[in-house]
């Protein structure tokens, strides 16, 4: 085979890697792979800005659990892309971004469109590179992807210098890639999964709690399958929704700040806590010294960083979630002493308990027959989606009301930007769920507030045919930051009231998409039904309730035990 | 409680400030930190002097490993070790305490290696508590300059092998 320029090399390494769609904006470092990739059959989904590139291709990559892939140009293209990347870094999604360089005489000498993104990437990727030789070109790309997708998944960005790319070169032999500085512990020790499961055996009030390292591992069916052989109760993270299915009797719902009153008393009552793929975040543990105080914990997580970072762990397991799983099913398999249903009985008393807490505090809202309650407008989403629909959502009281009131039943239905929490998310991970599924139907849950944080994407959905579906839950406030200033600043509404917002009907109109209004209870469900039906883009705007505040609430700072309840 | 770490790199460029980003961003603290080429030249060793608790000591070496270019990470404190540390002392010596300046420097086995008129330069190799000793002597015949490397170490050999 002769020598191919370093552009048509990437293009050739992406379809290697079974690319298909990758998201980009293009500039001038990067002209030479654009024209590449016009010769291929990879699809490059055009965005309005760099950010929502990388988050298009997050979502891309949570809903089909593929790598995702973002191009973006050198200088502000790059930088642009940061949020998404910190974004997908906070969340360990698998992501290959690859940025234009000026070419490599120029670097260093603050050349245009020159940033060191290398460097301003370094605290919030896996791995970063600056390619600076062309024979390390493909090889570099191939490593890429091995770690994205590897061990605790991430993203990785790789710098492309504009004259390396334009290099020609020997396309080399695919090889096995190791790097003897980075082997992941996938398999759990023996010994650890022995004590971890007689620990289980003794728990007279076990408890799991369950994130999204579940959902990255494909552990779903390993999680039901202890949960119900061993009857424990799940409590869920807000990354780790959809890993157990909300709807069964085991589950109790999310925890921490906005949790449940029944997780968060479960977990401050329990004798165990099992903690698979999740990481004590202080959204879930509130004040740490008063977190699960009467249990032993039982930690699975790919990472060591996770383990005992936040919260000191009893029996450490350092492996694949899925492998960890499994592996503690057949050792309960192979437990001659172990019974299901003696041991359904022996946990009786502590889900009367449970059973006790949901009584008293399940989570509700006060409904009402005109103004429209965002929770009504999500049952409702639900109910008419039979809970099948990709939701993605913004940050703030929207995502909030969806964790708590959409119940989701299956993995890698809900995209939500859980650790960085950023605004704007929810549009462009819905056009790259969109993209991954072009069958199903994806609903963003936004807010008035968020929504106009990454708004020019709907012209990215409306060119790329994605019929996104938007539910504007609509306060005319910052309502997650007015909640806070309801409660704990005497109502003093500073710079959260937006008092021009655009009229999302007519702006949907303006980008060629469908907009609908509801301003009652009773328009809801036929404003939810018409999109629903209509195969193009929709803006759905609920003008909701404008000062419902998101309960149960953990103030800051506080135990999990003292909520704020509706 | 002081630490001493010693971790083998890859040797290439940006490596060491991912080490040293880790640090900053994660609010762990660095006493002293020396870098350098092996043996095998893609491959450099790097001695960092951290303090913190147990817990925080056992993060940094959880997160030294997270690092895709870090290979090994060894606690020495762990072991049996040597440590080292070379320092350059600029200490005045006028003609009253020139001779008390070269007894000290015999003392710790230490080198004038450069000489003025109203100075002595003195190079000095030892553990960290040898050349405090050194500084606090010599302190109040007055330093004028102090260069230190920095601890390196070195577990001892397992003598029973």
């Known amino acids: ?566 | 409680m002081k630490h001493t770490f010693s971790v083998l790199l890859q040797n290439k460029p940006g490596v060491l400030s991912r080490v040293t980003g880790l640090f900053s961003g994660r609010g762990f603290n660095i006493e002293s930190l020396c870098v350098a080429e092996t043996l095998d030249p893609k491959v450099s060793c790097l001695t960092v002097v951290s303090r913190g608790d147990e817990a925080i000591i056992e993060q940094i070496n959880k997160q030294l490993n997270k690092l895709i270019d870090v290979i090994k990470v060894s606690e020495i404190n762990s072991k049996e070790y040597v440590e080292r540390e070379m320092v350059l002392i600029r200490v005045k010596a006028e003609a009253s305490t020139r001779a008390e300046v070269l007894r000290v420097v015999d003392i710790f086995r230490g080198k004038v290696v450069d000489v003025s008129a109203k100075s002595y330069a003195i190079e000095l190799t030892g553990s960290d508590s040898k050349i405090q000793a050194v500084i606090d002597i010599l302190r109040p015949i007055g330093i004028k300059e102090i260069v230190r490397t920095g601890t390196i170490a070195m577990a001892r050999a397992n003598k029973n092998k």
């Not at chain 1, 998944?153 to 032999?173: I, N, Q, R």
């Not at chain 1, 041991?343 to 509700?364: D, M, N, R, S, Y």
């Not at chain 1, 995502?399 to 930007?417: E, G």
Request: charged share 20%; proline share 5%.
């Open chain 1, 1 to 566: 085979m002769g020598k191919i320029s370093g552009s048509q090399a990437i293009v050739k390494c992406l379809q290697e890697e079974g690319v298909k769609t990758i998201f980009g904006y293009p500039g001038g470092a990067v002209l030479d792979l654009f024209d590449a990739l016009m010769d291929s059959e990879i699809t490059n989904v055009l965005v309005r800005h760099e950010q929502g590139a990388v988050h298009a291709a997050d979502g891309f990559a949570r809903v089909s659990g593929e790598v995702g892939v973002a191009l973006l140009t050198s200088g502000p293209g790059a930088t642009n892309g940061v949020t998404g990347i910190a974004t997908a870094y906070m969340d360990s999604i698998p992501l290959v971004i690859l940025t234009g360089q000026v070419p490599r005489a120029l670097i260093g000498n603050d050349a245009f469109q020159e940033v060191d993104i290398v460097g301003i990437t370094r605290p919030c990727t896996k791995h970063n590179y600056l390619v600076n030789d062309v024979d390390d070109l493909v090889p570099t790309l191939r490593e890429a992807f091995h770690i994205a997708r590897t061990g605790r998944p991430g993203p990785v960005l790789v710098d492309l210098p504009k004259d390396l790319v334009a290099t020609k070169l020997l396309y080399p032999e695919k090889t096995p890639i190791h790097i003897s500085s980075y082997q992941p512990n996938f398999n759990p020790h023996p010994v650890q999964v022995e004590k971890a499961c007689h620990r289980i055996l003794q728990a007279k009030r076990p408890v799991l709690y369950v994130g999204g390292g579940v959902i990255s591992a494909n552990a779903s069916e390993e999680l039901t399958t202890l949960a119900e052989k061993l009857s424990i109760p799940v409590t869920m993270t807000l990354m780790g929704l959809g890993s157990y299915p909300g709807s069964h009797r085991l589950s109790m719902g999310m925890l921490g700040m906005h949790g449940t009153y029944t997780a968060n008393m479960a977990v401050a009552e329990c004798d165990l806590l099992i903690a698979v793929g999740a990481r004590f975040d202080d959204r879930v543990t509130g004040k740490l010294s008063d977190f699960a105080t009467k249990a032993d914990i039982i930690h699975i997580d790919i990472d060591p960083t996770s383990i005992s970072k936040n919260v000191k762990v009893d029996i450490p397991i350092v492996a694949d979630c899925r492998n960890a799983l499994t592996a503690l099913n057949q050792w309960f398999a192979r437990e001659k002493s172990f019974n299901p249903t003696e041991q359904a009985e022996k946990l009786a008393p502590w889900f009367a308990v449970i059973a006790g807490w949901t009584a008293k505090h399940p989570l509700g809202y006060r409904d009402d027959n005109q103004v429209i309650k965002p929770q009504y407008v999500i049952e409702t989403l639900h109910r008419l989606t039979e809970g099948k629909a990709i939701i993605t959502t913004e940050v703030g009281q929207n995502q909030m009301w969806a964790a708590q009131f959409h119940k989701f039943d299956y993995p890698r239905h809900f995209v939500t930007s859980g650790g960085l929490g950023t605004m704007g998310f929810g549009l462009p991970a819905a056009i790259g769920a969109q993209m991954a599924f072009p069958e199903r139907t994806v609903i963003d849950i936004a807010g008035d507030g968020s929504i106009q944080m990454n708004i020019q994407e709907l012209a990215t959905a409306r060119q790329f045919k994605c019929p996104v579906k938007i539910a504007i839950l609509n306060n005319g406030y910052l309502g997650m930051v007015r909640q806070w200033q309801e409660l704990f600043y005497n109502k003093r509404y500073a710079s959260t009231v937006m008092n021009v917002v655009p009229d999302f009907v007519e702006l949907a109109k303006a980008y060629g998409a469908v907009g609908l209004r509801a301003t009652t209870r009773q328009e809801v469900e036929p404003v939810i039904r018409e999109a629903l039906a209509t195969a193009n883009v929709v803006i759905m705007d609920f003008r909701i309730e404008q000062e419902e505040g998101v309960y149960p609430m953990v103030p800051a700072g506080k135990a999990t035990t003292e909520m704020l309840l509706v």
